[in-house]
């Protein structure tokens, strides 16, 4: 399509949103593709950028040995080196929404990885929104996050947080579980507790919903920081 066509379409005066994600057990790819659904409904651009590991990272990884070794390596922050993203996440955009889940307490390793590597040519000058999946515990993620991203010079107006709906200590242990290879779902005892791993149904509807929301709030050049984007939803 050419500029003028774009012009007479309209689709010059859309905004246009990139989402660079990374996505280890396919909650945070979840929770992406819902809220970019609801940009698209408002009638916004997205360019989607997920982010892969320079060597593969599997779920589960298979035993509890394992996913102890793995909670104390990323505890301390443990780069994970990623492969190279493409030239399309150096475009000008309205918006970036950097999505990830939390590994013990903080950003996982591939977007630590691309914040070192990357962060100064995505994000600086850009409005930043970030989109956390977690367990439950995400505020010091949240503050790492954010700190990283204004030194890459970002300006950071709101935030997203997903927290997995099932009550502790259930969760923490199911989900060590689930890591491990295990099905604490079908387990007698703990799947009376925890009936599934990750995000719910209403958790995926509602990041679409905000997805609107963000994407009307965009075309109306309404401020991003006046909107509330937390809810009994997304933080039961």
Not at 17 to 45: C, D, P, W
Not at 99 to 116: C, E, F, K, Q, V
Not at 166 to 173: C, G, K, S
Not at 208 to 230: D, M, P, V
Request: charged share 20%; hydrophobic share 40%.
């Amino acid at each position: 399509m050419t500029e003028r066509n774009k012009i007479e379409n309209g689709a010059a005066s859309s905004p246009r949103v990139l989402i660079i994600y990374y996505s280890f057990s396919g909650q945070t790819m979840s929770l992406v593709s819902r809220l970019s659904m609801g940009l698209k409904e408002a009638g916004v651009e997205v360019v989607l950028e997920k982010i892969k590991t320079a060597t593969p990272l599997y779920f589960p990884v298979s035993s509890i040995p394992r996913t102890v070794k793995m909670m104390i390596t990323t505890f301390f922050r443990q780069r994970i080196p990623i492969r190279p993203i493409s030239d399309r996440c150096m475009g000008e955009f309205d918006l970036i929404i950097v999505g990830g889940p939390t590994w013990s307490y903080n950003p996982s390793g591939p977007i630590l990885s691309l914040l070192d590597r990357h962060g100064t040519q995505i994000f600086k000058g850009k409005e930043v929104v970030p989109l956390i999946s977690c367990r439950g515990y995400w505020r010091m993620h949240w503050w790492g996050l954010r700190a990283k991203l204004v030194k890459c010079g970002a300006v950071i107006s709101n935030y997203l947080v997903f927290s997995h709906p099932h009550a502790e200590p259930w969760r923490t242990i199911g989900v060590f579980l689930k890591i491990a290879g295990k099905k604490p779902e079908k387990a007698p005892f703990i799947g009376s507790h925890y009936s599934f791993f990750g995000h719910s149904k209403e958790q995926n509807r509602e990041a679409r919903r905000l997805g609107r929301e963000i994407g009307q709030a965009l075309i109306s050049k309404k401020n991003l920081s006046t909107l509330t984007l937390r809810s009994d939803l997304s933080l039961p």
